[in-house]
Structures are given as structure tokens and as C-alpha cells.
């Protein structure tokens, strides 16, 4: 496999994306997926992958969910945090990898779920670590809980801009062997996951978006609505 410097690939390099600056590096909106597909559902326990500085983490706990976001970078859970204070919203949030974070038992009336999620979600997780995407989607997927879903939203295509923040920033779009699509994703989840899941949703969508320099822009994102059964 080819080397590739497109996107950190440490804990410090993570960090240092967020902590560079002291202005955030995300909009503080919710994802637009989440709230379209995740808006109908009957509130659970959720968790948030890479939740970033928890925009997500936030939506989901203003609407019943009891939310908890992991991210590698402490900067970026700081923020969430304070975001989450900020608008009195009940949320957790650990400084964790996915590979090796457990989070806390259940209540003994709930130890036949212990540790599971109703909803696990995953935004852009595009990461070299774990070594494949396989790894990536059977380590996010472990902690969906039965009859839980796990919904997924990765960029389809490359967004236009991606070329010069590989130049400037080491972050972009080029660690992709192939690009991502909701059924290829979804092929790795049952090759990678020893559980049963069935598709309730995969497709592309089209974003608007602002681009780094101001612009309108569209983005393509691969969503994927998978219930483990």
C-alpha cells in the first residue's frame, strides 16, 4: 500500500488539528443525516465516534437520546464539553480510540445489554487507523446493541478543495484506496461483524456546503442505515 499523508494517523497529530487554532474547526451544527434519519427514532442510549467537538453529541441529548461522544483528541472533547454546558445539554464525553475504549457497565437490570448502543454513529470516519476500514467499521459496530442501528455517513467523493489541504494542512482525501459507497461499507460490516444486519438505508446524497475559500459547493456523502438483527 502506498504511503499516504492525507490525514493524521496519531493521537497527536488529531490534536494538533484542533488545538492549532483557538476557533472551531466545525460549523456547531448537527450533521444533516442525523437529523434527517435519526429525527423519528425512539430515544436510546447513542454513541457518537469521533464526535469531534460534539455538535452531534449535543443534538442527540436535546432530543432524549443518553448521548456519549469519543474522540482521540482531549482539545476537541473540551469543546464538546463546553458545548454541551453551554446549551445545558446532559451528554458524556471521553478522550478514547474506538480500538480499545469499553465504556462503562449497565445497571444490573440492563446486563443483558451491557455495554451495547440503540445507535451507534459514524461521520467521515476516514482514518488510517485501524490498518483497513474493515477493522474500522467491525470495531464501531461492536458496540451496537441488539436491534440497535448504526448509521454511517462518509464523503463519496472528493470535495474540491481536498487537493489543497493536502498541500496546507496534511488533511484531505487521497488515503482512499477506492472510494467509499454505502454498499461496499456495508459488504465490510457483515464480511467484518460476527452479527446479522440489514440494510434500511443506503444511498448517496448531495450537500450544499460553503467552501474553505467561501463559495458554494456540493458535496456527495455515502449514507449507510444498517439494524443489526
Same mark, same amino acid.
Given at each position: 500500500?502506498?504511503?499516504?499523508?492525507?490525514?493524521?494517523?496519531?493521537?497527536?497529530?488529531?490534536?494538533?488539528?484542533?488545538?492549532?487554532?483557538?476557533?472551531?474547526?466545525?460549523?456547531?451544527?448537527?450533521?444533516?443525516?442525523?437529523?434527517?434519519?435519526?429525527?423519528?427514532?425512539?430515544?436510546?442510549?447513542?454513541?457518537?465516534?469521533?464526535?469531534?467537538?460534539?455538535?452531534?453529541? #449535543?443534538?442527540?441529548?436535546?432530543?432524549?437520546?443518553? &448521548?456519549?461522544?469519543?474522540?482521540?483528541?482531549?482539545?476537541?472533547?473540551?469543546?464538546?464539553?463546553?458545548? &454541551?454546558?453551554?446549551?445545558?445539554?446532559?451528554?458524556?464525553?471521553?478522550?478514547?480510540?474506538?480500538?480499545?475504549?469499553?465504556?462503562?457497565?449497565?445497571?444490573?437490570?440492563? &446486563?443483558?445489554?451491557?455495554?451495547?448502543?440503540?445507535?451507534?454513529?459514524?461521520?467521515?470516519? !476516514?482514518?488510517?487507523?485501524?490498518?483497513?476500514?474493515?477493522?474500522?467499521?467491525?470495531?464501531?459496530?461492536?458496540? #451496537?446493541?441488539?436491534?440497535?442501528?448504526?448509521?454511517?455517513?462518509?464523503?463519496?467523493?472528493?470535495?474540491?478543495?481536498? &487537493?489543497? !489541504?493536502?498541500?496546507?494542512?496534511? !488533511?484531505?482525501?487521497?488515503?482512499?484506496?477506492?472510494?467509499?459507497?454505502?454498499?461496499?461499507?456495508?459488504?465490510?460490516?457483515?464480511?467484518?461483524?460476527?452479527?446479522?444486519?440489514?440494510?434500511?438505508?443506503?444511498?448517496?446524497?448531495?450537500?450544499?456546503?460553503?467552501?474553505?475559500?467561501?463559495?458554494?459547493?456540493?458535496?456527495?456523502?455515502?449514507?449507510?442505515?444498517?439494524?443489526?438483527?
Amino acid at each position: 500500500m502506498t504511503e499516504s499523508i492525507a490525514v493524521p494517523d496519531s493521537v497527536a497529530a488529531w490534536e494538533e488539528r484542533y488545538s492549532e487554532s483557538d476557533d472551531p474547526v466545525w460549523s456547531g451544527s448537527p450533521n444533516e443525516a442525523l437529523v434527517a434519519l435519526v429525527g423519528d427514532m425512539a430515544p436510546g442510549r447513542a454513541l457518537d465516534v469521533g464526535c469531534g467537538e460534539g455538535a452531534d453529541v #449535543v443534538w442527540l441529548a436535546e432530543h432524549g437520546w443518553d &448521548a456519549t461522544g469519543i474522540d482521540l483528541s482531549t482539545t476537541a472533547i473540551d469543546r464538546a464539553r463546553r458545548a &454541551a454546558d453551554d446549551r445545558g445539554a446532559k451528554a458524556d464525553f471521553a478522550v478514547a480510540d474506538i480500538s480499545t475504549w469499553a465504556p462503562e457497565s449497565a445497571s444490573s437490570e440492563d &446486563a443483558d445489554r451491557r455495554g451495547g448502543f440503540d445507535l451507534v454513529t459514524g461521520f467521515f470516519l !476516514h482514518t488510517r487507523l485501524p490498518d483497513t476500514r474493515e477493522e474500522l467499521l467491525a470495531r464501531v459496530a461492536e458496540h #451496537v446493541a441488539p436491534g440497535g442501528a448504526l448509521l454511517l455517513v462518509s464523503h463519496a467523493t472528493m470535495p474540491p478543495w481536498a &487537493a489543497e !489541504h493536502n498541500e496546507k494542512l496534511d !488533511h484531505g482525501m487521497d488515503h482512499h484506496r477506492e472510494p467509499v459507497s454505502p454498499n461496499g461499507d456495508f459488504a465490510l460490516l457483515i464480511g467484518a461483524s460476527p452479527d446479522r444486519w440489514e440494510i434500511e438505508l443506503a444511498e448517496t446524497r448531495t450537500r450544499q456546503v460553503t467552501s474553505p475559500d467561501g463559495e458554494p459547493a456540493e458535496l456527495d456523502d455515502a449514507i449507510l442505515l444498517a439494524r443489526r438483527v
